[in-house]
Nanobody, 115 residues
Framework: QVQLVESGGGLVQAGGSLRLSCGAS????????MGWYRQAPGKQRELVAT???????NYADSVKGRFTISRDNGKNTVYLQMNTLKPEDTAVYYC?????????WGQGTQVTVSS
């Protein structure tokens, strides 16, 4: 069983920055894929960014050039650096991990961007 705990959410003005952190209860080198998803009110959960155990990254078109995902295997933590935030980035952000055929989710952290 893998537990994921997010932190770093909050309220920020448009154009500002936040860094989300996701701490895992296991050595994340064992996890094939880690990533961030988000869900805005009334909308479906959507992929934001992923990073593989080999550090290959993938981003949603809406965040390319503004968000950066990274992982620190020594700290068992994945980060999401979010710059130039927009009001449409407002959502609950969830950390996700995949190990073989198992998937794990964090409890979510709220990000609110004011205009």
């Amino acid at each position: 069983q893998v537990q994921l705990v997010e932190s770093g959410g909050g309220l920020v003005q448009a154009g500002g920055s936040l860094r989300l952190s996701c701490g895992a209860s296991v050595n994340i080198f064992r996890l094939n894929l880690m990533g961030w998803y988000r869900q805005a009110p009334g909308k479906q959960r959507e992929l934001v960014a992923t990073v593989t155990s080999g550090t290959s990254t993938n981003y949603a078109d809406s965040v390319k050039g503004r968000f950066t995902i990274s992982r620190d295997n020594g700290k068992n933590t994945v980060y999401l650096q979010m710059n130039t935030l927009k009001p449409e980035d407002t959502a609950v952000y969830y950390c996700h991990a995949q190990q073989m055929w198992h998937e794990y989710w964090g409890q979510g952290t709220q990000v609110t961007v004011s205009s």
